[in-house]
Each structure stands twice: as C-alpha cells, then as structure tokens.
C-alpha cells in the first residue's frame, strides 16, 4: 500500500466518491474523530465537572496546543465556531466613524465581506473593495495595487492570507508591514492557512488573525480561533455576553473571560485539536503536505488549457498551496457542479465571485493523481456533450 493509499484508509469519506473539496469544510481523521466522540461521551457521562470544573484546564490545553503550532501565546488565542463569527467580533467592536474606511480586496470571501459591509453601513463608513488584476504577476504588483485604496480616512485594513474562491496566497506578512507604517489596524483571514501553509503569528505581526481549524488541521467541524495581539485585546468587545463580563472570578486575562464564556456549547471539538496536531505529527504532514502542493501545481496548468483559462498566478509556492482554482464560463455553475456531482461521483465547488465563476480543487493527504483524471476526462465529456461550459 502507497501512502496514499494508506491514508485514504484513515478518513471517513465515503470511498465512491472522489473528493476534489477539502477547502470548503475539511474532513476529520479517524483518530481524531474518534477523540472528539470520547471528549462528547466525557461530557454526557459527567456534565457538571465536566462544565464546571475541568473547561477551562482542559481549554488551556487545546489553546497551548495551538500556540505552538501557530506560534503565539497561549493568552492571545481564544477559541471560535468559525472565522465568521471571529470576524463579526472583530467588525462588531471595531470603533468605526462616519467616513472611516476600510481597505480590502475584491478577491474575498463573501460572508466576511458582509460582515463589514454590515458595520461599516451601519456607521457610515465605507467598505472599499479594491480590485486586484488577475492574474497575479508579481508581489510587488499586488502590493502596489492594493495600495491604490487607501486614502487618509483608511482606519484598518482586511485581508486573506490564502483566498477562497481564487485559491490564491496573497502576501500578507509585506502588507501588514507597510499597514503598521501607515498606522493602519490589520486584520488577516486565515481560514485555510493553518496546515495548508507553516503559519507564525509572532513574526506575522498582524494585529488580528483568525484561522479555521477544521479545515486543513482536520479537526472536527466548528474549531477556528481569534487571534488578537496584546495591545489591543481591551478594545474588543464579546459578541456575546456572559459570565466573563465583570466575572466574579476574573482570570489574568479580561481577553479570555470576555471571549471565551459563551454559555452552554458543545466544547468538544475544540478538545479533540490537539489529537489533530497529533496526527499530522505522527504522519509526517510537512512532507504530506509539500506532496499535496506539487500534485496540485502540476495539474494546474492542463485544466486551465482544457478550459481556456488563464492561471490566476505564476505556478509556484509562492502563490499557491494545496488548493487550485480555474476561471471557467458557464452561465449555470450550480448545475455544472451537481452534474459533476451526480453524474460522475466528483465533489468540487463551482463558485460565483463577483462576474466570475471559478472550480477550485483541493488536494489532501487522500488524493491521487487519478483523482484529477477523473475530473479532467468528467470536464472533457461535459464540455464536448453539452452547453453547459464555453470554451
Ligand atoms: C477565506 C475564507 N474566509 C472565511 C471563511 C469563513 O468560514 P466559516 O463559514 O466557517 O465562518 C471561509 C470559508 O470557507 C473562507 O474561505
């Protein structure tokens, strides 16, 4: 047995189906499944010491678990459902004013750009969505476009570090640095990078930083995390109030009280993080992870042939992780992706952005490159029997 092979053996993916989208919610490992069960069971045995007494020792394990693995502290990192709701604490507290702005990209996920457009409409200020030109051709091209946005009544500047529907990483770690030069709060969205790409938040310097877990971490669904750097943790409200405003019983950090006491919730799988650090440990997921990249890389540059695209980058680790995304025309994406569903067994995503359509590819642990066959002679067949794709 291939590693491939032997991995494939240790997910819970239903074996017909080849499963061309990890990005959108990650898929959890046996163990790690199996960890999470165990930490729901704990509960159910035992609900008061397992709420009342033993949450939070065995929250600050989980939260020191991946502090290392993102290397910040462990007081600087609370645990989320999703970088949605991180985000929407983040835009919730955030002191927006009558014409205040907030520089973005037009290249980000839909559900955090309403989140600020929410906000910022109901402060009167504006969310400024800058157009960024695909392809990329250079960092220093982005950058400078980026840059164009801005203007004095910039107050914080919004950006992803790997974009969802374009699939690409955007140079985050030179942008933060010239946003703390313009004396610009910065606000990253993570949710594919933990796992899909190393990921060190000391030496990122970003002010704020939210990160999905159980996405390229594999952990069970509704594990993410909201990064704040020290400076700024008071400024942030709780989106949801409960016993850690004005606690009883502070702990050192009104930071943790404020964000971490969310009433009766599921904990477990936040618990089970750290068995998913295990395994990735155990399965040599650096070099999983380097091998993952070069099978998506490789194939890039024939889907984006077979379906008269451009790439959207320059092919190379500096642009792309494990995930590939191809412009396709087709005036029905959602019926492009159930066919591709129903009829050949294929689960990827075809995604509206904007006047653009993109299918995006995912390439984890389990995937072979016969996996990508199957989607390139699927697309083939599509594109020579019906209408739905133009070339
Ligand atoms: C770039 C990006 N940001 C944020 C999110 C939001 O994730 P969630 O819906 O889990 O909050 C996603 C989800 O895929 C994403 O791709």
Redesign the pocket.
Known sequence: MNNTTTLKSQFLLRPDITFLNF???GACPKPVFDDYQHWQLMLEREPIQFFAFQSAENLKKSREALSSFVHCHADDIVFM???????NTIANSFPLNKGDEILTTDL??G??DRTWQYYCDKNGASYIRQHISLPLVSKEIFIKQFWEGYTPNTKAIFI?Q???STALKLPVEEICLEAKQRGLITIV????VPAQMPLNLNQLNADIY?G?C??WMMAPKGC?FLYVAKHIQNLINPLIVSWGYKSAAPSHSQFLDYHQMNGTRDLAPYLSLPRAIQFMSDNNWAEVSANCRKLAQSNYQRFCTLLGSLPNCPISDEFLGQMCSIAIRTSAPEQLQRLLYDKYKIEIPVMRHDKAVYIRYSIQAFNSPSDLDVLYNALAEIIDTTDLITI
């Open positions: 990005g959108s919610f459902s999703n970088p949605t709701t991180a985000i980000e996920y559900a955090m992803s790997i974009t969802s969205d993570g949710a594919h939210t999905a159980h996405k993410s």
